[in-house]
C-alpha cells in the first residue's frame, strides 16, 4: 500500500515538475486574472467570422474628411453642484496609423489648460502639452497618466482615445439592445500593458449600432463583471449632410459621477495640414477654421 502511494505520489510530482518546465514563467499569474466571460445572446454562438468584418468595418468608418469641433464638459457630481468646462476645442481626421485628433482643454478652476494629441489604431499613443507653453517640447504621455482626470473631470485619456476599439482579443457576443435600437455586441479583453496600468480592468464591452455601424456604449468592466465605468452616446446631430455625436455621457459607476462630453460648434468636411496632427505642433496653437464654416448645435 505504501510503495502504491509513493508512486503515485511519485507520478503526480513528475508530472508537475513537466508543467512548470513547459509553462511560460508568467503562467501561474496570468491564469488568476479575471476574464469576463462571454455572454452569447442568441441561441447558438454568433459568427465570429463575421463578428471580426463587422468591427473591421467599423474601424475604417468615420466622418469623411478632416473636422473641427467646439465643446463642453458638463460635470455633474453625484452630491454638489454642477459646473461646465467651456471652451474646448478638437481637430480630428485620420492618418494612415488610423483616427487621431488634437484636443485642447481651457484651464478650469485653477487647473492649467492642456493640448493632447490622441492617436488611435492598433499602435495608439497619446502625446501632451500644457495649453499656456510655446517653447517647452511634448512629450508622450506617461502611462501611469493615462486614467488621470484630465480638467478635473470624468473623462481621462484612455476615454479619449478608447484604444479597445483595436484590441486584438475579443468575442462577437451577437445582437442587443441599446436605448431602444439593436447593436452588434463586442466583449474586448485588455492587452498585459493595459493591466499593468489598471489591474481592475477586466474587459470592456462594446455596442455598436447596426444601421449605421456607429459606438453606441461602452462599459468598463471589472470583476464578476461589475461596470467600472460606461460611456453611452446620448444624442446625434446632423451637420452638412453627416450624423455625428452630439452628446456623451461619461458615468464612472463607483463615485456615481458623471461627466457629459456636450458638442456646441462643428465643421465637417474640412482638409487640414498633416502639421496640425503631430507631436511638435502641439506647442503651438492652432487657428479654428473660419467662423462662416462653423455649425452652432443647440441642445
Not at 460635470?75 to 474646448?88: C, D, I, Q, W
Not at 488611435?120 to 488621470?148: C, I, K, Y
Request: hydrophobic fraction near 40%; charge should be positive.
Amino acid at each position: 500500500m505504501r510503495t502504491t502511494l509513493a508512486r503515485q505520489a511519485g507520478r503526480w510530482l513528475a508530472c508537475l515538475v513537466v508543467f512548470l518546465a513547459l509553462s511560460p514563467p508568467d503562467s501561474l499569474g496570468q491564469s488568476r486574472r479575471y476574464r469576463p466571460p462571454a455572454r452569447y445572446i442568441q441561441i447558438g454562438q454568433p459568427d465570429q467570422a463575421e463578428g471580426r468584418r463587422i468591427l473591421e468595418s467599423f474601424r475604417q468608418s468615420g466622418l469623411s474628411g478632416d473636422y473641427y469641433l467646439e465643446f463642453d464638459l458638463r460635470v455633474l457630481p453625484r452630491r454638489g453642484e454642477t459646473r461646465v468646462v467651456s471652451g474646448g476645442r478638437l481637430w480630428g481626421g485620420r492618418n494612415e496609423s488610423g483616427p487621431i485628433s488634437r484636443v485642447e482643454l481651457p484651464a478650469f478652476d485653477g487647473v492649467a489648460g492642456r493640448r493632447l494629441l490622441v492617436q488611435n489604431g492598433p499602435r495608439g499613443s497619446v502625446w501632451v502639452a500644457a495649453e499656456t507653453t510655446q517653447t517647452a517640447m511634448p512629450g508622450a504621455l506617461d502611462p501611469a497618466a493615462l486614467f488621470a482626470p484630465l480638467a478635473g473631470t470624468d473623462i481621462n485619456s484612455f476615454d479619449l482615445q478608447m484604444p479597445f476599439l483595436f484590441w486584438s482579443d475579443f468575442v462577437f457576443e451577437g445582437v442587443a439592445p441599446v436605448r431602444g435600437r439593436p447593436a452588434h455586441v463586442f466583449l474586448f479583453y485588455p492587452p498585459d500593458d493595459i493591466v499593468a496600468r489598471k489591474p481592475e480592468l477586466a474587459g470592456v464591452r462594446v455596442f455598436l449600432d447596426t444601421q449605421f455601424g456607429a459606438l453606441v456604449q461602452a462599459q468598463q468592466l471589472g470583476a464578476e463583471e461589475r461596470v467600472l465605468k460606461s460611456m453611452t452616446v446620448l444624442d446625434l446631430k446632423k451637420v452638412d449632410e453627416q450624423w455625428m455625436v452630439k452628446t456623451i455621457d461619461f458615468r464612472d459607476e463607483t463615485t456615481r459621477g458623471k461627466t457629459q462630453f456636450v458638442v456646441t460648434g462643428a465643421a465637417l468636411g474640412l482638409d487640414f495640414s498633416a502639421v496640425v496632427f503631430t507631436p511638435d505642433a502641439l506647442a503651438a496653437p492652432v487657428s479654428p477654421p473660419p467662423i462662416a464654416r462653423l455649425s452652432k448645435l443647440t441642445r
